[in-house]
């Protein structure tokens, strides 16, 4: 798979391409390296700079992202707070108890992925239509059942964590619960359509895609347990939930690979968007009904 760091001149019209294609984009000629390559056809390589672009700017650009922004909402606090004659001690309090209410956390997280949502966009750039056409194949709906299903084991694994005496969940689902209860829609938008988006760019086509050019193996291992990490609070690594949940992220991670490498982008975003989806409307209606 190695042979995939480095370009391919076609046989027939003599053109550079992406041997991960398995054939010239120009004129579908047959790699030479197609038994190699075979194996990524469900696979949408965008070639291993754009490949590792993707997966930079959504791990890395996130939280730079995230840092910058909170940063500035938190200037723009404090000077409201001043303006409104606070100072010293009671300043530092109010600042404290505002970097951890749901407004804060909303304005960073909603304007973080909305913000990593165009730096995509433009990374992609025609690329675009590529994985857009996918919509169009049958297979791509598999990842509906699939999404479903794993919400099931999702849940399944809830309970299993639950019957052991631990109460509550993780830091990341906490957010997520408090970010649906005061403000349901955008969280619709944000976390059932345009995060998995950016997830699946990131950790698939970026990640997967990269490491799949290395090794298959290699690939799910290392996607696997980075999605799983990115899911953890790492200032709370003492909390036994923290590390109690982790094993399900990294089993998602896993499972949203497996729809990638099986049945494309378009399954594993379908998948991805379904679960997230069925658990924000679950918040909902537990928020507004369950009382």
């Known amino acids: 798979m190695k042979t995939c760091f480095r370009k391919e001149y076609c046989r027939q019209c003599g053109k550079p391409y992406?041997?991960?294609?398995?054939?010239?984009?120009?004129?579908?000629?047959?790699s030479v390296a197609f038994e190699d390559v075979k194996g990524m056809a469900n696979l949408t390589p965008m070639g291993w700079g754009k490949e590792l672009a993707l997966f930079l700017t959504g791990w890395l650009g996130f939280q730079l992202i995230g840092t910058?922004?909170?940063?500035?909402?938190?200037?723009?606090?404090?000077?409201?707070?001043e303006s409104a004659g606070l100072s010293g001690a009671s300043l530092t309090a109010a600042m404290n108890a505002f970097q951890g209410s749901v407004t804060y956390a909303g304005a960073v997280d909603f304007s973080a992925y909305v913000i990593l949502f165009c730096l995509?966009?433009?990374?992609l750039d025609r690329d675009l239509y590529r994985l857009t056409k996918l919509?169009?194949?049958?297979?791509?709906?598999?990842?509906?059942?699939?999404?479903?299903?794993?919400?099931?084991?999702?849940a399944i694994y809830g309970m299993i964590i639950q019957a052991t005496g631990l109460k509550g969940t993780n830091d990341n689902q906490s957010i997520?619960?408090?970010?649906?209860?005061?403000?349901?829609?955008?969280?619709?938008?944000?976390?059932?359509?345009?995060?998995?988006?950016?997830?699946?760019?990131?950790?698939?086509?970026?990640?997967?895609?990269?490491?799949?050019?290395?090794?298959?193996?290699?690939?799910?291992?290392?996607?696997?347990?980075?999605?799983?990490?990115?899911?953890l609070n790492f200032r709370n690594l003492g909390s036994a939930l923290e590390w109690a949940y982790f094993p399900d992220y990294v089993i998602s991670g896993f499972l949203f690979c497996l729809l990638y490498d099986k049945l494309g982008f378009g399954a594993?975003?379908?998948?991805h968007v379904t679960n997230n989806f069925i658990g924000i409307m679950g918040i909902i209606i537990s928020v507004n009904f369950g009382k």
């Open 18 to 30: 992406d041997p991960a294609l398995g054939k010239c984009p120009n004129c579908g000629t047959q």
């Open 68 to 81: 910058l922004i909170s940063l500035i909402v938190l200037s723009v606090a404090k000077g409201a707070y």
């Open 120 to 123: 995509m966009l433009v990374i």
């Open 135 to 154: 919509f169009k194949k049958g297979k791509t709906y598999f990842g509906i059942l699939a999404g479903v299903g794993m919400v099931i084991l999702s």
């Open 176 to 231: 997520i619960n408090e970010l649906v209860a005061s403000s349901p829609i955008l969280s619709v938008l944000i976390f059932s359509f345009l995060g998995p988006f950016c997830e699946e760019l990131a950790y698939r086509v970026g990640l997967f895609g990269l490491g799949k050019r290395i090794n298959t193996y290699f690939a799910y291992i290392v996607v696997s347990l980075i999605f799983g990490l990115i899911h």
């Open 268 to 271: 594993s975003y379908a998948a």
